[in-house]
């Protein structure tokens, strides 16, 4: 079977848990900008989520674990958005790794972490001389055991500290909901269901994320929401469930899927309301959402879309710059 070498990055953010500090514990695999990553919409083996990989986020709950005690000898990772924990049942080259819910005395969650000197370390199931390895680095890449090897990249991991982010920039402009409110990106840029050629978000109240950069289907959390205008503007046209908001000669912005409340032609105040989020139905796909999308034209142009950046005019308030080289599918938007 062929192997990358791969050196995966161990870093640790802190958390709380029942009001004492805790180490929630991410997985990276250096270089690549791909973590350990899964959640209950990930495909499951014996009805419980597989291990993969994914674009890497501190702050993503899907790709945390906590150390527990075990007692067959090892230690317990506990997954953050599952609360279920790593586990390791079929003891063979290439054996899969899925979550299972956590059990200090069952011995397919007992690994060993094992010390390799100069800050690394490997994962070993208890028992056995099987450790976890990464051959992948893609976005739905596959976790497995693999028989240990000191000296293979693919299974060496090093302890870190992440730095905490910077001040969180003012922006140009503001995301589409209310104050206070978190939305997340369940469809990124360049979406296999309809992003394809577009820099376009679609947001949504819940974590509703499919396994391939798409929202979750048939999802209603977020409708009877309202939708705020991001920027000063006039509307420079609408149709049946879309408003271009034109903000100046070279910029505008597309944003659905709603009941519109503004009529072609208004002029509008940043955090105006434009009307609210639509019922799931055929325009929108049938998930209730939000679709959000910068472009470099006074009325939105086909063909225009560009990221969400400081240089194009489009930075987003407390965000930053959201480049056009990755998706940014699961990040998660607060507005202050």
């Excluded at 597989?50 to 067959?72: K, P």
Aim: with cysteine; hydrophobic share 30%.
């Amino acid at each position: 079977m062929k192997k990358f070498n791969l050196l995966v990055l161990f870093t640790i953010v802190a958390t709380f848990i029942g009001g004492a500090a805790a180490l929630a514990e991410n997985f990276v695999v250096d270089g690549s900008n791909k973590a350990l990553n899964t959640n209950n919409n990930f495909r499951k083996v014996d009805g419980n989520p597989v291990m993969s990989l994914w674009e890497f986020s501190s702050t993503d709950r899907d790709q945390q674990f906590d150390r527990i005690s075990g007692n067959r000898g090892g230690t317990l990772l506990r997954h953050g958005s599952t609360g279920k924990c790593l586990n390791s049942h079929y003891l063979t080259n290439g054996g899969v790794v899925n979550t299972w819910p956590c059990d200090a005395n069952d011995p397919d969650q007992n690994f060993n972490i094992i010390s390799l000197g100069n800050g690394l370390s490997q994962i070993q199931r208890t028992g056995t001389n099987l450790c976890v390895d990464s051959p992948t680095r893609d976005n739905g890449g596959k976790i497995h055991v693999w028989q240990c090897d000191r000296n293979s990249p693919n299974q060496r991991f090093r302890n870190g500290t992440v730095t905490p982010p910077p001040p969180p920039p003012s922006g140009q402009i503001t995301l589409p909901f209310r104050s206070r409110e978190t939305w997340y990106v369940c469809q990124g840029y360049r979406g296999s269901v309809s992003h394809q050629n577009s820099y376009a978000l679609d947001l949504s109240v819940g974590q509703d994320f499919g396994s391939n950069n798409a929202c979750w289907g048939d999802q209603n959390r977020s409708a009877n929401r309202p939708v705020l205008a991001p920027a000063a503007g006039k509307v420079y046209h609408i149709n049946s469930d879309l408003v271009c908001l034109s903000i100046d000669n070279n910029r505008s912005m597309l944003i659905g899927h709603m009941n519109r409340s503004v009529q072609n032609g208004a002029t509008v105040n940043r955090g105006d309301v434009l009307g609210t989020t639509s019922s799931q139905n055929p325009a929108n796909g049938s998930f209730s959402h939000i679709h959000l999308e910068g472009r470099k034209s006074a009325g939105c142009t086909p063909g225009s879309s560009v990221p969400l950046t400081a240089a194009n005019g489009f930075q987003l308030e407390n965000v930053g710059d959201l480049v056009g080289s990755e998706t940014h599918f699961k990040r998660a938007l607060t507005r202050p």
